[in-house]
């Protein structure tokens, strides 16, 4: 039997990566997540009650900023960990710094300690590009373009959790995998990321809120590719830092087009000025992850009309869920 913990198992991608793993019979996943509020967590219910249909998924509500909760899990024998939880968005995290050091700091140093004290061969820790400077197009290589300090509390918050981890496990047999995601979008996406508020504004004929002119560029990733490089890594005992990212960017100007062509209307656009510390497009250097035989596959016209055909069967759901942040307007 392969014994698996996924943190974060509500969320996005946590979610996503539970449901590549549910039809394993010969897998177990306990799922842990503490259904914070970083956004609309009915989504996070709606992630859940689709995984909770599944025997060998059980899910377990807790804070991993509190080392005790942890200690109700320590007899349960765990082949990998997948720590995916944390406090995500550049932007928020300038507004509460603190939350941002438990959920992913300290969550992380837990996190570590807790497969110190159990003897788990692997830990893989989510990590994002967020770390990188923004040059704009050299792409960013693990390890060489990291910038100090990092761009915004966010990025720190998570840097401190690989250097944790890396610090806590130094020493141990635990194999430490750590993936750099690069702006990921699609089905059961979050509602404070463009491409799922903008598929959402555009269907039900809001003002999309657009902070810039719209030519800023993301190097968009697509979910499956994410998961993919995830089992990726799960398949080999490579250690080190890895980015997983597309390669192609693409600026939020032609998103919001090939929206407006897929659902056949017209955006309504509410610019508004610049995202404080909102970086222009971080591209990832691939190498590593292409030397384990890894590469994003989906490209955005595809990825973007797989995500309008997941809300528009979801819509009813997703009618309920809020997509913007009481700040803003
Ligand atoms: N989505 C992206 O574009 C992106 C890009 C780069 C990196 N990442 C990283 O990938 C991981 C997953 O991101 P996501 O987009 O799925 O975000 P998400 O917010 O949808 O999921 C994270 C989940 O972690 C849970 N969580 C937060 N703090 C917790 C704590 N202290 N204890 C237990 N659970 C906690 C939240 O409730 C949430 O459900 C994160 O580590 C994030 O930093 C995401």
Redesign the pocket.
Known sequence: MNNILI??????????LCKSFVNKEDTTILG????????D?N??KI?LKDLEKHKNFTFQN?????EIALKSISHLKFDTIF???????VRQSFRDPKKYI???T??TANISNFVKSNDINKLI??????IYGDSGVTPMKEGTDEKYPPPSV?ATS?LS?ELMAKTILDGTDTKIQIP??????GPY??P??SILRFIHWIYSSTEILLYGDGNQKRSF?YIDD?IQGLHKLNETNEEGVFNIGSDNTESLNNVISYIENILNIKAKIDYQPRAFKDVDVVIPDLSKMINLNWKPKVNIETGIKNTIEWYLEYKEQLKEIKFKFDYEK
Do not use: E, P, W
Not at 7 to 16: H, L, P, W
Not at 83 to 89: E, F, N, P, Q, V
Not at 180 to 185: A, E, K, P, Q
């Open positions: 943190t974060g198992a509500a969320g996005f991608i946590g979610y996503n842990v997540d503490s259904l914070n509020d970083a956004y967590n989504l996070k992630r807790m804070n991993l900023s509190d720590h995916l939880a944390a406090r995500a968005g438990s959920d992913n300290t969550s820790i989510a990590s994002t590009s967020s966010y998570k959790g750099r995601f690069f702006t990921v979008y996406g979050r404070d990321m990733t994410v």
